[in-house]
């Protein structure tokens, strides 16, 4: 793995990344979900994708861990439904470009895109919106935006409702394993331990949490994309868990029906995360997607 790095990405925003591989490989780019830093991608996750024959890069979004955050307060949980209440309000699209301007900032023309949760929307509106820039696309755990589908189960909604802003980094271990009990894969082992120490780096990386409110904001700003997910001219798949409880699977099946040529696959037991026991179809999974489009490019 290569040092930490910060680099600018345009309007004036600064994005914290690393990667694993060699630099001389084709770019995979993980993208984290909701109020995620980089290292939710686990580190062994991704140095096995770099065996693989890519140069895998993590990156925190704007807004968490160490790439900049914006200036302005967080919307309230109303505000937020609504898309924000602050004219500067941003939306998965200033994400997407952000994605595209780290790409151009390591000197990258294309790359394979990997996302989870709301980075699987951010990687679909960067495939959406920058076609030339993909190679592959994979969402995982991600939806579309539409109205009823894809949405938290109501004790879910619930949960985050009453949540509270932790104080302390004890605060923040202990409430990422109160909602990671609930929304994990419930069909594999609970890793609490691999929970409290994320919970524990996230803290000590950045221990604000106004920038989830914005990023929450961000994704209803940004409304039903699924016409934007039918204009996707690149090969995808679609990875969605049947115990999800934050993304109902809906989420995944709508992504797959709106997105041309894409393929769905179901993984029994995973819930809202990467259990070790899914890892090793998780990632035969994305390496078999990319191989397909390596393959073709070997034969043009």
Known sequence: MSDERVSPVGRGIDLCHDAFGDPADPALVLIAGLGQQKHTWPADLAATLATRGRRVIRFDNRDVGRSTHMDYPPPNPVAILRGGSHPRQYHLGDMARD????????????????????????????????????????????????????????????????????????????????????????????????????AGIAWDRDPSAAGLARQLAGIFASGDRTSELTAIDVPTLVIHGDRDRMVNPTGGAATARAIPGARLHTITGMGHDLPVGAWTRILDLITEHIARIDTVEKNV
């Open 99 to 198: 994605t595209v301007g780290l790409l151009d900032a390591l000197g990258y023309a294309d790359a394979d895109l990997v996302g989870i949760s709301m980075g699987g929307m951010i990687a679909q509106t960067v495939a959406a919106h920058f076609p030339g820039r993909v190679r592959t696309l994979t969402s995982i755990m991600s939806t579309t935006g539409a109205r009823r589908i894809g949405r938290p189960a109501p004790s879910t909604w619930l949960k985050m409702a009453t949540a509270r802003p932790p104080r302390s980094r004890a605060e923040a271990v202990e409430n990422a394993v109160g909602m990671f009990r609930h929304i994990g894969s419930h069909g594999y082992p609970f890793d609490e331990a691999a929970v409290r120490e994320k």
